[in-house]
């Protein structure tokens, strides 16, 4: 075998990635685009969708979205850009030690949250309520609309045109109802199915990434304390022990310490029990893992702790005096937008007045769920403040 760079070999020729696993997807089991397409040079397909994710307008937008702040509150929140960053490396992290396919895992976690609306949850709540009439709205249902339809930068097709296990995995939720809607991508839902391995495990990562920064932003804020936090057994032990090693640490340095030796263990311990569920179900084939129960878990020790993790940022932080405020705030911004957009479709821009003529409700929500935070203020700043020209 020849050992000169791939480059020096030949162009096109890719470079050796890992060895995947039978059942993870890979160029042997993929479903491919809804458009065909040449093969790509030089990459994957997933290393493709990866690519067309990055470039894309709602990518970019991410950087100013929040999560659970608002993003003129300090520049040292997570977004949703680095948020999605995170959960893509974490993601990765664990899908090179199960042998899955960490371009497409990495492709699902940069996309997972292109849906989400300006101000977080809130928003996303406020958006919903207002379509409650016209079919709801869904974060998830929406990042797919717009990898689907509403990104148009490519000639050939609208959206990106990624292949059917991206779009599954950004596709972790949906309802029945929208789920028979959408043929080959809902089917799952209707048949109780698993999605890849690859989906799952983004899906989790996600969860091992918001817990952990939003206990740095928490405490970051002052909504939260070190006392607090003591009470939650996965933070206390860790913060235990660094403590001993290191008594006269500050408090900033141990807080980060201990975060670092949470999203370890939580990664770790992540990688073992799936491990441990992939060899004992011992799928062959990704049909098997379809039909197989979710693999990529926690162990039951490790799953209950997260959950009491989970449990105390749900009550001391999300639900804290300080971000309700700002949470209502959001709710009556989206809401007045809603209405005056509905009310009046030349009040939107003209790209989005001429899917109003056909979708009025539809196209004011992809409107709306495509703002940033700060866009969303200006809006309304422009539409409702009387000294505002
Ligand atoms: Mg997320």
Do not use: W
């Amino acid at each position: 075998m020849s050992r000169l760079p791939p480059f020096q070999q030949g162009f096109p020729r890719l470079l050796q990635v890992p060895e995947l696993a039978p059942y993870a997807v890979g160029p042997h089991n993929t479903r491919g685009r809804r458009e065909r397409e040449a093969a790509p040079v030089g990459r994957s397909e997933f290393q493709r969708d990866r690519d067309r994710i990055i470039h894309s307008t709602a990518f970019r937008r991410l950087e100013y979205k929040t999560q659970v702040f608002v993003n003129h509150e300090g520049d040292l929140f997570r977004t949703r850009l680095t948020h999605s960053l995170e959960v893509a490396q974490i993601a990765r992290s664990v899908a090179r030690n199960l042998q899955l396919n960490e371009d497409l895992v990495e492709a699902i976690s940069l996309a997972h949250d292109l849906g989400h609306t300006p101000f977080g949850h809130a928003g996303q709540d406020a958006l919903h309520r207002c379509m409650q009439p016209h079919g709801g709205f869904e974060h998830n249902l929406q990042s797919l609309r717009v990898v689907d339809l509403l990104e148009q930068r490519y000639a050939a097709f609208d959206g990106l045109n990624l292949c059917f296990e991206t779009r599954e995995g950004i596709l972790k939720h949906c309802s029945l109802k929208n789920a028979r809607e959408l043929g080959c991508i809902g089917e799952r839902f209707i048949k109780r199915k698993r999605p890849s391995l690859e989906a799952q495990l983004a899906n989790v990562a996600d969860e091992i990434a918001y817990n952990n920064h939003d206990v740095d932003d928490g405490l970051r804020s002052g909504l939260l304390t070190v006392a607090q936090l003591a009470q939650v057994k996965l933070f206390a032990r860790h913060m235990k022990r660094v403590l001993r090693e290191y008594p006269e640490l500050d408090e900033r340095r141990m807080v980060h310490e201990t975060v670092r030796r949470m999203i370890s263990t939580l990664v770790i311990d992540l990688t073992r029990q799936s491990a441990k569920n992939i060899a004992r179900a011992a799928p062959r084939t990704l049909n098997e893992v379809r039909a197989a129960p979710a693999l990529i878990a926690f162990s039951p020790t490790i799953q209950a702790q997260q959950a009491e993790l989970k449990r105390f940022l749900r009550l001391k932080l999300y639900q804290h005096y300080e971000v309700a405020r700002m949470t209502s705030k959001a709710r009556r911004i989206i809401t007045e937008l809603f209405t005056a957009f509905q009310a009046d479709p030349q009040l939107l821009p003209p790209q989005d007045q001429a899917r109003a003529r056909t979708q009025p409700a539809r196209a004011v929500a992809d409107y709306i769920a495509g703002m940033t935070d700060r866009y969303a203020m200006r809006e309304h700043r422009i539409l409702f403040a009387v000294d505002k020209i």
